[in-house]
T-cell receptor, first 114, second 112 residues
């Protein structure tokens, strides 16, 4: 069973640009979540999508947005990039079957903003 | 407001000994707790979890203990092996919510 796939793995952008990151969840998983990891801050929750609807949102500015497609694939977008947006962006999926769900993470997309 | 705290940024343990990683939380609504392990350039990998209705869960060399009154959980690794060297994240969740709240991580180094 293929894992969570994130593309691109690495990218470099400059301030003011925008970026789109992609995530393909494990087959059959309908919930996709995004997290930002920065040194000293751990993993911060961005948002969660389920059946193409945003179900949960973290405390990030509106420059951070996402969407989910009918095949459960998800994208997140960051507009007007700032230096502080440099981070590892992690996508995770789960089956969302009733009960305790375990998130399975992808390897992440490392964004560097210059 | 850091609702999940891992107060030790790093820990070094001799191979074969016990590794104990600690985690504290402040939100009494959390009812499910997880530990993830992360190697460089990889995503976090699920290790073990515990529901708030239990106080201990064991899986091979890994045991998680939950003390609800103290809002504290710990991960015990026995015996520690070199491959256990990684960053360990504690995470917590409210019932029915997929959102995980993570601690800042503890870097565990196993000394051969």
């Amino acid at each position: 069973k293929a894992g969570v796939t994130q593309t691109p793995r690495y990218l470099i952008k400059t301030r003011g640009q925008q970026v789109t990151l992609s995530c393909s969840p494990i087959s059959g998983h309908r919930s996709v979540s995004w997290y930002q990891q920065t040194p000293g801050q751990g993993l911060q929750f961005l948002f969660e999508y389920f059946s193409e609807t945003q179900r949960n949102k973290g405390n990030f500015p509106g420059r951070f947005s996402g969407r989910q497609f009918s095949n459960s694939r998800s994208e997140m977008n960051v507009s007007t990039l700032e230096l502080g947006d440099s981070a590892l962006y992690l996508c995770a999926s789960s089956s969302d079957i009733a009960g305790a769900n375990v998130l399975t993470f992808g390897a992440g997309s490392r964004l560097t903003v210059l | 407001d850091q609702q999940v705290k891992q107060n030790s940024p790093s820990l070094s343990v001799q191979e074969g000994r016990i590794s104990i990683l600690n985690c504290d939380y402040t939100n009494s609504m959390f009812d499910y707790f997880l530990w993830y392990k992360k190697y460089p350039a990889e995503g976090p990998t699920f290790l073990i979890s515990i529901s708030s209705i239990k106080d201990k869960n064991e899986d091979g060399r890994f045991t998680v203990f939950l003390n609800k009154s103290a809002k504290h959980l710990s991960l015990h690794i026995v015996p520690s092996q070199p491959g256990d060297s990684a960053v360990y994240f504690c995470a917590a969740r409210n019932f029915g919510n997929e959102k995980l709240t993570f601690g800042t991580g503890t870097r565990l180094t196993i000394i051969p």
